[in-house]
């Protein structure tokens, strides 16, 4: 069983470790030497160039995904081809293209926040004057970790992205917190559903993840991940962020078709980890169990990582701190806000554990 | 941190996932192409070869092994190159000379079996006339899973052996059960061990390990380990394998200076792998908690494997019948009794946990 991966960063990097436990073997096309996921690069190219990425999977069983940005006509030239991709183009497309995304979601009945596209600063006034005068506005494509994302108040807050094209807007959720609900699909249509988490944005970008997410039972969250799942036909793991509104509602924010930082947890605190599953649904194998293994499971992301210094130069001082917290390093450059690591810290106690996971992950601050 | 493993077995191909995850370089030196831990391997040759592993060696931060069969030149040849060895080549020869091993167990006050070397028939008459007329012959150097060892109950049983220099002879011990204790140390003088388990063994091979071992408590083997540990001044990970006597006394038959087939339960069942701990060692790095993760953990091998097919062929039925049990193959070809894979089942009713490790490692029946 041989799966190539597009993309080399931390997502297929992390694919690893499980591949090599089940006995898969994983390819990875990686943009350059070096990459998080180089030690099983078998080929460096541009994802976006459809020789380049027909070369690469001549030989795989099944082509997926480190991100959502190879282009369509690259997805078709490998069906052409003959050779699995899972998720699919079409599936995908909604996964690119947020405008694509939110028609999908309101045909198949999912709860997304008031939305409409603009094509000029006359359409953004009257979508500011019907929803009290703020919006957020984002690039329907290309967005990710906080970019491509803006909060708008005047009509011609986003006159350079509509130089560029059509621009989403979207009412401005007064939401209680944000949730991520994660699934896994194989094309045989079987889904596993792991629990709903909280997670925790700052600057736009995955801080924190609590799972499950505290408080009474969210089975409305389960219920959207798995119409997604199906109604899009998606095939491997698709992340849900969600609005949970002031009001108890739930609303869908974005959608991810692979593995999620919003699931980097499951590898210490669910039997069957994201990047496992991945690689089962991908296969068509049958599905693990996606339950967690202990009551609480918390990941702090390591941003920017330490100054002048790698993850492991602190693993002395961290570790003797923090015996049982799973470290996680990407093995990538740091730069300033970049996702370079993470810790997890899982237990019965929610208080200790989020203190533990936070404490653990301070000591990699830049 | 860059880590040089010498050999390519599933051992050193199972310290992958931890060294992806804690992003340490690992690097392979493998017997041959297309090895166990081949991902990880940049050098293929002979590690009876001083040059050979002199040459791999050059530029990691410390050598550690995936078998016990490096030579003692060999080991010689790095420490004189100011390459770190862990463990060391003193450490070491109690793990490859079983002689040396009795004879050092016996010097820390360690329980073992009744013993005497033998260079004639002569000697082995003795031996057997003093022990009710059977013993067990073992081959000093080079014997593992079953092979050098030998049940005698005639003087002339290992005239075979004795043309080639001195053998071992050991009563035959009326054990109750097998058991193994695993720990690791770190060259500052930590110390780690893990819940003391059960193996089963058939024709010399161990078949099944249940952690923890049933039954009242073992502290007397967790002080074996470590005071065998400190003692030899071992560093990396130490398996120590006991008879339990009908009469409730623990008396060690083998070691092994590396991770250890008994330890392989540790990947799934605790909250650091014998695997990651044995990397943090080496590196002397603190040590993780080596706590079971619930309260019993079986781990059945899969020896031999299907016929005509690989592991991953049956993981269609065996997954879908088992969506809770990990799945372990180490990408070796199959040959009837060989070590290709494993199974691992946890939970709190070990009668659950055994029947379920059972039943799925019989997908893979050859």
């Not at 499950?212 to 089975?219: H, I, R, S, V």
């Amino acid at each position: 069983m041989i799966v190539g991966v597009i993309g080399g960063g931390q997502l297929a990097r992390m694919m690893i470790p499980p591949a090599v436990e089940l006995g898969i073997e994983l390819r990875v096309l990686a943009e350059n030497e070096g990459s998080s996921a180089g030690l099983a690069a078998t080929a460096v190219g541009d994802h976006r160039d459809a020789a380049t990425v027909l070369a690469f999977a001549a030989e795989v069983d099944v082509v997926t995904f480190d991100h959502e940005h190879v282009p369509q006509d690259v997805l078709a030239a490998l069906a052409a081809a003959g050779i699995p991709v899972r998720p699919g183009a079409d599936a995908l497309l909604a996964a690119q293209d947020k405008i694509v995304m939110r028609q999908r979601l309101e045909h198949l009945g999912i709860p997304v926040p008031s939305w409409a596209t603009a094509d000029d600063a006359d359409a953004v006034a009257g979508f500011l004057a019907a929803h009290g005068g703020s919006a957020i506005a984002k690039t329907p494509r290309g967005g990710y970790d906080g970019k491509g994302v803006r909060v708008v108040r005047d009509a011609h807050d986003v006159d350079d992205w509509l130089a560029g094209g059509t621009v989403l807007l979207e009412e401005l959720v007064p939401f209680r917190r944000e949730l991520a609900q994660l699934v896994a699909r194989r094309p045989s249509g079987e889904i596993a559903v792991w629990p709903v988490v909280e997670t925790v944005q700052r600057d736009g970008v995955c801080a924190e993840v609590t799972a499950p997410a505290p408080g009474p039972d969210l089975a409305a969250a389960r219920e959207i991940g798995e119409r997604i799942a199906a109604g899009l036909d998606v095939t491997g793991v698709l992340a849900v962020e969600l609005f949970e509104t002031a009001d108890g509602r739930l609303l869908v924010n974005e959608l991810a078709m692979r593995p999620h930082n919003s699931g980097h947890w499951t590898i210490d605190g669910a039997v069957t980890s994201q990047f496992e599953q991945h690689l089962r649904a991908v296969l068509d194998l049958p599905l693990g169990d996606p339950s967690a293994r202990e009551p609480w499971s918390v990941m702090v992301n390591i941003l920017g990582g330490p100054a002048g210094a790698t993850i492991p130069d602190r693993y002395p001082a961290a570790m003797a701190a923090h015996p049982a917290v799973r470290f996680h390093d990407y093995g990538k450059a740091s730069r300033p806000g970049r996702k370079v690591g993470h810790v997890t810290s899982t237990g019965s106690d929610l208080d200790a554990v989020l203190a533990e996971a936070r404490a653990a992950a301070r000591f990699f601050d830049a």
